[in-house]
């Protein structure tokens, strides 16, 4: 009985080492609505869930992703309600709570504004006293977060941000510049053209996937996916999912 005995407590031993997140190999995700990157009614739900998917295909696991307000997204996955967030950027802040996944993506911060209110200084000192909407917990870079030069009003989606914008309620929104564009074109094609970005790149950040580190198993299959995401670029098999999406193929490479 005893050689049985052990053999059963190493197959356990086994079975659960291959089972983290989630024993049924199930990935839970969380994220935002962040088009042209990722959003629930995109193809694949965008580029950066499809190639994210694809990845952890790979390695075994089934992925759903749930679309939530932002600051909801990374306060439950911190206390490890979901397993990773999908497509964020990385701070020293963050790094407490979440290992960080290779770039998966890239992006350029920038600031939308009025034509009228265009400013050709590319630097914070452009646009001194003014109003900047950003997005509830929201990182956009150290210098921008810690800087008195203007004033932040706080918005819960990039929707309202532009609503604002355009009734003038603020002077520039800061965002990603192709989710910018991205939702002008579809939510405000009668006012985009009165709009414009500044010269300013508020900061150029890389996409990664956050998981939690309430996660039994999460550094371990950080490093797995990371490994993988590798294998794949090197295989060319990123690049045509980026085409597909609209976006060149260097967006993966960053």
């Known amino acids: 009985m005893k050689p049985m005995k052990l053999t059963y407590i190493l197959f356990f ?5 291959f089972s983290y997140p989630g024993t049924d190999k199930s ?50 996955t911190k206390q490890g309600h979901y397993d990773a ?40 000192s452009a646009i ?13 870079s150290d210098e921008f977060t810690s800087s008195r030069l203007f004033s932040k009003v706080k918005s819960n989606s990039l929707k309202h941000c532009f609503e604002r914008l355009i009734a003038r309620r603020v002077d520039y929104v800061a965002a990603d510049k192709l ?26 950040q890389t996409i990664h996937i956050l998981w939690s580190k309430k996660i039994p198993g999460s550094f371990r299959l950080n490093e797995s996916f990371n490994r993988t995401l590798q294998e794949l670029k090197k295989s060319s098999e990123i690049a045509p999912i980026w085409q597909k999406h609209g976006f060149q193929p260097a967006a993966e490479n960053k």
């Not at 031993?13 to 080492?17: E, N, R």
């Not at 995109?42 to 075994?60: A, C, D, S």
């Not at 989710?179 to 970005?197: C, Y």
């Open 13 to 17: 031993i086994l079975f659960s080492s």
């Open 27 to 76: 990935i839970e995700m969380v994220t935002d609505q962040w088009e042209p990157y990722y959003g629930g009614k995109m193809h694949n739900q965008g580029p950066v869930t499809e190639i994210t998917r694809r990845v952890l295909n790979k390695l075994g696991y089934q992925v759903n992703v749930t679309f939530v307000p932002w600051k909801r997204a990374i306060e439950h």
């Open 85 to 124: 967030v999908l497509g964020a950027y990385f701070s020293n802040e963050r790094s407490a709570f979440f290992w960080r996944s290779d770039a998966v993506a890239s992006s350029h911060v920038v600031l939308f504004s009025h034509s009228d209110n265009y400013r050709e200084t590319p630097d914070l």
């Open 128 to 140: 001194y006293g003014h109003s900047v909407c950003v997005i509830n917990g929201y990182y956009y």
């Open 179 to 204: 989710v910018g564009q991205a939702l002008l074109e579809k939510q405000f094609p009668a006012d985009k053209s009165r709009l414009t970005t500044l010269p300013i790149i508020i900061s150029q």
